[in-house]
């Protein structure tokens, strides 16, 4: 079933029968403000079962669980006193904090282990639910495994037709790129996933953050940190390669090859090719057109795409982690170097 919603005033009737869904251990896609996420109620193995069948996700890779305050994080894992207040000033926002579990949650949720991810996401429409369920709800990425995030419920309904039990459009979601991730376990905190909360943010609440080469998806990192961070994450059909010089020069090279090229624009940085993407001029922009970019980018029946590496400041460290994920770690500083992946 496909509901609408004004994602800044959820409808009243919206929100009860995904309510009404979650009790009966069904499941549920909505917006969040970083992308659209699968839900059950956190405590339903049934429904978190649900969750792993359609999504396709290996059980060892836990689901985040998303409260509507700090009270109903303090229900779900050991908070430390220290991080109460911080929580407070931070949430609700795009930032998952792990914690020791108390063990409320379905085992399923937390694929076995004795630590939790929760967030308190900054949407309405996922708010509204949280309240009215009065529990946590938890899910991943509504896209299948494998598959980019989707920002869209159109992404939802293209992955998970038919898998889903309601799927509320309420529009694109905020940011585009999913929730950072920070293992408060450990000390100093540390980053297990960039994202829309960046680096230079955390450390003004949290103080000074490690920031391991997974954290940044350089390819040792498959080693895993975050249990989510040893998958194989989403890379397109069509070879994704990152250039960190001239993108003019690098479309040339791949031209006299006889390659059609397309090129994914950012920042200002861009060429003409045989298929241009344009992802926007600014961080947030790009953020926001990454995994439909991605998505689109298998449409265009081209030989290749390039795309231009991005300094990793603020969303940036979030853009270049998807980038190197989805490119397969195809990062390149020049044109013998690029040529070694056409070849
Ligand atoms: O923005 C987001 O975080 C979105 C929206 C829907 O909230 N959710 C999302 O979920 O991106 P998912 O499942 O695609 O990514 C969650 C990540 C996974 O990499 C998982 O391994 C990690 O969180 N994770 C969950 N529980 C964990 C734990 N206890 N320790 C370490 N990592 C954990
Ligand atoms: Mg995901």
Known sequence: ML?????????????????????????????TETVYGLFTHAQSDEGCAKVFRAKGR???????????????????????????????RVWPGPITVVVKSRGIVSRCVTAGLDTVAVRAPAHPVPLAIIKELEAPIAGPSANKAGRPSPTTAAHVVEDLDGEVDVIIDGG??????????????KKPPVLLRPGPFTVEELEKYFGSIEVPPAARGLAEADVALAPGMKYRHYAPNTPLIIIH???????????????????????????????????????????????????????????????????????????????????GHRETYGIQDLLRYVA
């Open 245 to 327: 010089f001239d993108l003019k020069e690098a479309v040339k090279a791949l031209k006299m090859r006889g390659m059609r090229v397309a090129v994914l624009c950012a920042m200002g940085q861009c060429a003409d090719a045989d298929a241009v993407i344009q992802m926007g001029a600014d961080l947030y922009e790009v953020a926001k057109n990454l995994y439909k970019s991605l998505r689109d980018l298998d449409r265009l029946g081209v030989d290749v795409g390039l795309v231009p590496a991005m300094e990793e400041v603020g969303l940036g460290l979030a853009v270049m982690n998807r980038l190197r994920k989805a490119s």
């Open 172 to 185: 694109p979601a905020f940011f585009g790129v999913e929730s950072t991730i920070i293992d408060v376990t």
């Open 58 to 88: 290996p059980p060892d890779n836990p689901l985040i669980v998303h409260v509507d305050s700090v009270e109903m994080a303090e229900s779900v894992g050991h908070i430390p006193d220290e991080l109460v207040d911080v929580l407070r």
């Open 3 to 31: 509901l609408r919603t004004d994602p800044l005033a959820p409808d009243r009737e919206v929100i009860r029968v995904a309510v009404e869904t979650l009790k009966r251990g069904g499941i549920v896609a909505a917006p």
